[in-house]
């Protein structure tokens, strides 16, 4: 049996009893994660102008925009909710696998909801997507490391999701699956920019699509992973893939634990997280004032230099990928967070003063990969005392401190009480018969 078979056939006969118990609850967390992000960037300019795209296109109301008031296709519907999580660059993320679930988690609620499935069968549908998606790009990393493309592994992981959520068995899963790894793309220079926000998002587009096309008869070639001229052939480095590490332990392991989906705690690149830390860790425990710093310094390999990629950002989108704006906003104010990172903090005096006092150190001879990154930071007071801290992984929210950002970024967008009750339909996920009650109290209708 052959690499894309073993995968498919594994997605299409695994189900939510055959989860582990940390599993699922891993799962539920990740998902109040990606509702919780998804309306915190709902009301943004850039979710305003998705939003009136797709409201303009003729669409059956099939499931629910998180944040709108309005209802479109699935497939739309997961590529907006999808956007606006990946807005406010709080997306959970994968160090060791691919790049994140934001596709995976998008394409199971609106799918789910279009097909009215339950709530044990969205979190199977998001858990099996990801070890589809994870397992395929954790084993290529070090080809896709050089140039970037890590992006690439997401159309996988929402097909695979699209699959199970319309139960398309073993064969139309494997043509799903083709058909929508030909679609897979993303350009790292898009970083900073709009059209970041919606890379991602696309693929839970596509892999709906794709998997709709598969239910209808459409065919596609049905090793498409491991084919010569296929998916790992044509967009892999040569070497830079393991197809025998892609299925070994299958079912033993899951992506979702080991090696990890990490969620955010800063609304910016997951690259400069380490940094953060290790920055706020040396800042507190010497009780040291900003007036007192006379420079910060991070260090870095090639690979965090090609999304650290904004010396001097010119908008709210470059500040999330610039060294001298995140440090800067941390030593000035004590903390980063969505406010930070608007067009008019970067038109901050106050923080074009302290960007002075970052500084920011490629070293091209370090290993240049994604995984064996480094991010030491040295802070320099005044009178020379110098403080060095190297932080291997970043630290993650608690499900209280998750809970209570996303409280926050429902205020002004739905009552106290409704907040209250889509928390609890979220926390008790897999109890709930149809998931479409939930999606609903996800828009702002009254």
Same mark, same amino acid.
């Given at each position: 049996?052959?690499?894309?078979?073993?995968?498919?056939?594994?997605?299409?006969?695994?189900?939510?009893?055959?989860?582990?118990h940390e599993v699922?609850?891993?799962g539920?967390?990740?998902?109040i994660?990606?509702v919780?992000?998804?309306?915190a960037?709902?009301?943004?300019?850039v /979710?305003?102008? !998705?939003?009136r795209?797709?409201a303009?296109?003729t669409?059956?109301?099939?499931?629910?925009?998180?944040?709108r008031?309005?209802?479109?296709?699935?497939?739309?519907a997961?590529?907006?909710n999808?956007?606006?999580?990946?807005?406010?660059?709080?997306?959970?993320?994968?160090?060791k696998t691919?790049?994140?679930?934001?596709?995976?988690l998008?394409?199971s609620?609106?799918?789910?909801?279009?097909?009215?499935?339950?709530?044990?069968?969205? !979190?199977e549908?998001?858990?099996?997507?990801f070890?589809?998606?994870?397992?395929?790009?954790? /084993?290529?990393l070090s080809?896709?490391?050089?140039?970037?493309?890590?992006?690439i592994?997401n159309h996988?992981?929402?097909?695979?999701?699209?699959?199970?959520?319309?139960?398309?068995?073993?064969?139309?899963?494997?043509?799903a *699956?083709?058909?929508?790894a030909?679609?897979?793309?993303?350009?790292?220079?898009?970083?900073?920019?709009?059209?970041?926000?919606?890379?991602?998002?696309?693929?839970?587009?596509?892999g709906?699509?794709?998997?709709?096309?598969?239910d *209808?008869? *459409?065919?596609?070639?049905?090793?498409?992973?491991?084919t010569?001229?296929?998916?790992?052939?044509?967009?892999?480095?040569?070497?830079?893939?393991?197809?025998?590490?892609?299925?070994k332990?299958?079912g033993?392991?899951y992506?979702?634990l080991?090696?990890?989906i990490?969620?955010?705690?800063?609304?910016?690149?997951?690259?400069?997280?380490r940094?953060?830390d290790?920055?706020f860790?040396?800042?507190?425990?010497?009780?040291i004032?900003?007036?007192?710093?006379?420079?910060?310094?991070?260090d870095?390999?090639?690979?965090?230099?090609?999304l650290?990629?904004?010396p001097?950002?010119?908008?709210g989108?470059?500040?999330?990928?610039?060294?001298?704006?995140?440090m800067?906003?941390?030593?000035?104010?004590?903390?980063?967070?969505?406010d930070?990172?608007?067009d008019?903090?970067?038109?901050?005096p !106050? *923080?074009?003063?302290?960007?002075?006092?970052?500084?920011?150190?490629?070293h091209?001879?370090w290993?240049?990969?994604?995984?064996?990154?480094?991010?030491?930071?040295t802070?320099?007071?005044?009178?020379g005392?110098?403080?060095?801290?190297?932080i291997?992984?970043?630290?993650?929210?608690?499900l209280?401190?998750?809970l209570?950002r996303?409280?926050?970024? /429902?205020?002004?967008?739905?009552?106290?009480?409704?907040?209250?009750?889509?928390?609890?339909?979220?926390l008790?996920?897999?109890?709930?018969?149809?998931?479409?009650?939930l999606?609903?109290?996800?828009?702002?209708r009254?």
């Open positions: 049996m052959v690499t894309t078979e073993r995968l498919m056939r594994f997605l299409a006969e695994t189900t939510y009893a055959d989860l582990p699922v609850e891993r539920k967390v990740l998902v994660d990606f919780g992000g998804a309306l960037g709902s009301q943004t300019g /979710a305003d102008a !998705l939003s795209y797709v303009e296109q669409a059956r109301p099939e499931a629910s925009v998180i944040g008031n309005f209802k479109t296709t699935a497939s739309y997961a590529y907006l999808g956007s606006f999580n990946h807005e406010t660059e709080l997306e959970s993320v994968s160090q691919s790049p994140n679930p934001l596709a995976v998008a394409v609620l609106s799918l789910g909801e279009k097909m009215g499935r339950t709530g044990k069968e969205i !979190l549908a998001a858990v099996l997507g070890e589809v998606q994870g397992r395929v790009g954790g /084993a290529s080809g896709v490391s050089r140039r970037g493309r890590i992006s592994f996988l992981g929402a097909v695979a999701a699209a699959s199970k959520v319309l139960k398309l068995g073993v064969h139309r899963s494997r043509m *699956l083709g058909i929508a030909f679609q897979a793309g993303g350009l790292i220079a898009n970083v900073g920019t709009s059209a970041h926000v919606v890379e991602l998002a696309v693929a839970a587009r596509d709906i699509e794709a998997a709709a096309f598969a *209808l008869g *459409l065919t596609s070639h049905p090793d498409i992973i491991e010569p001229q296929g998916f790992c052939d044509a967009l892999i480095d040569e070497g830079g893939y393991d197809l025998e590490k892609m299925t332990d299958l033993r392991t992506q979702v080991e090696p990890g990490s969620i955010k705690k800063y609304p910016c690149c997951y690259r400069s997280h940094a953060l290790a920055l860790e040396i800042l507190n425990e010497n009780r004032s900003y007036e007192e710093i006379e420079n910060v310094t991070v870095l390999n090639l690979y965090d230099s090609y650290m990629k904004f001097d950002p010119k908008t989108e470059e500040a999330k990928f610039s060294y001298p704006h995140i800067s906003a941390a030593i000035l104010k004590g903390k980063v967070w969505v930070s990172f608007t008019a903090s970067v038109r901050d !106050l *923080l074009e003063e302290a960007k002075k006092k970052v500084s920011v150190v490629i091209k001879e290993p240049p990969g994604r995984v064996d990154a480094r991010t030491p930071v802070v320099t007071l005044k009178g005392r110098r403080f060095s801290r190297e291997n992984a970043p630290s993650e929210p608690t209280e401190q998750l209570g996303y409280r926050e970024a /429902a205020q002004g967008i739905w009552t106290t009480e409704r907040t209250q009750r889509s928390i609890d339909l979220l008790n996920l897999e109890k709930q018969n149809n998931v479409s009650p999606m609903e109290l996800l828009t702002i009254e």
